[in-house]
T-cell receptor, first 114, second 112 residues
Framework: DAGITQSPRHKVTETGTPVTLRCHQTENHRYMYWYRQDPGHGLRLIHYSYGVKDTDKGEVSDGYSVSRSKTEDFLLTLESATSSQTSVYFC?????????????FGSGTRLTVV | SQQGEEDPQALSIQEGENATMNCSYKTSINNLQWYRQNSGRGLVHLILIRSNEREKHSGRLRVTLDTSKKSSSLLITASRAADTASYFCATEGSGNTGKLIFGQGTTLQVKP
């Protein structure tokens, strides 16, 4: 999607290893979000950021940490990957939570923990 | 837990028919949004309705919001095969929390 890039697009990792996913935006939006999508659960919010170095937890934050040292980058780290963290991870950006045109989503990162 | 619950979970209709999806939520909201997701892709924003609005239109889309019942509906008129996708409602809680919470989605299949 224009203005937002997720990397990597696919990753297979072993249980117990740390993994970092990157979200990069070129829109200079203040808000950035990490969601995971699993069958039967829809999208669930992991962490979000409302500014550089300002982050907060979402619904399913256990086992995840985030960092935002620059406006354009929001990193999601799985400290010690587990099979339950196998999922598709989406990053989203927004100028404001109330903006008429909503959030812009990245294309997703498919993570498999074996 | 999810804020939004959607109904039905799956819907199959013929091209040209109307499709209606419903969303219920639990707490006070600032706004409610609808998104579409094509298979294997990210979500695309369709429409946002604020808590002080009751109805909005965008092309073939009509969204209603009933805050007294904590529910919303999305109507797609004159559906096309290209409308085949999953549709999600999402709510931003009151107080400008900055958090958008999604429902589990409705999978719509439009048969040619």
């Amino acid at each position: 999607d224009a203005g937002i890039t997720q990397s990597p697009r696919h990753k297979v990792t072993e249980t117990g290893t740390p993994v970092t996913l990157r979200c990069h935006q070129t829109e200079n939006h203040r808000y950035m979000y990490w969601y995971r999508q699993d069958p039967g659960h829809g999208l669930r919010l992991i962490h979000y950021s409302y500014g550089v170095k300002d982050t907060d937890k979402g619904e399913v934050s256990d086992g995840y940490s985030v960092s935002r040292s620059k406006t354009e980058d929001f990193l999601l780290t799985l400290e010690s990957a587990t099979s339950s963290q196998t999922s598709v991870y989406f990053c989203a950006i927004s100028e404001s939570p109330d903006i008429t045109y909503g959030y812009t989503f990245g294309s997703g990162t498919r993570l498999t923990v074996v | 837990s999810q804020q939004g619950e959607e109904d039905p979970q799956a819907l199959s209709i013929q091209e040209g028919e109307n499709a209606t999806m419903n969303c219920s939520y639990k707490t006070s909201i600032n706004n409610l949004q609808w998104y579409r997701q094509n298979s294997g892709r990210g979500l695309v924003h369709l429409i946002l309705i604020r808590s002080n609005e009751r109805e909005k239109h965008s092309g073939r889309l009509r969204v209603t919001l009933d805050t007294s019942k904590k529910s919303s509906s999305l109507l797609i008129t004159a559906s096309r095969a290209a409308d085949t996708a999953s549709y999600f409602c999402a709510t931003e809680g009151s107080g400008n929390t900055g958090k958008l919470i999604f429902g589990q989605g409705t999978t719509l299949q439009v048969k040619p």
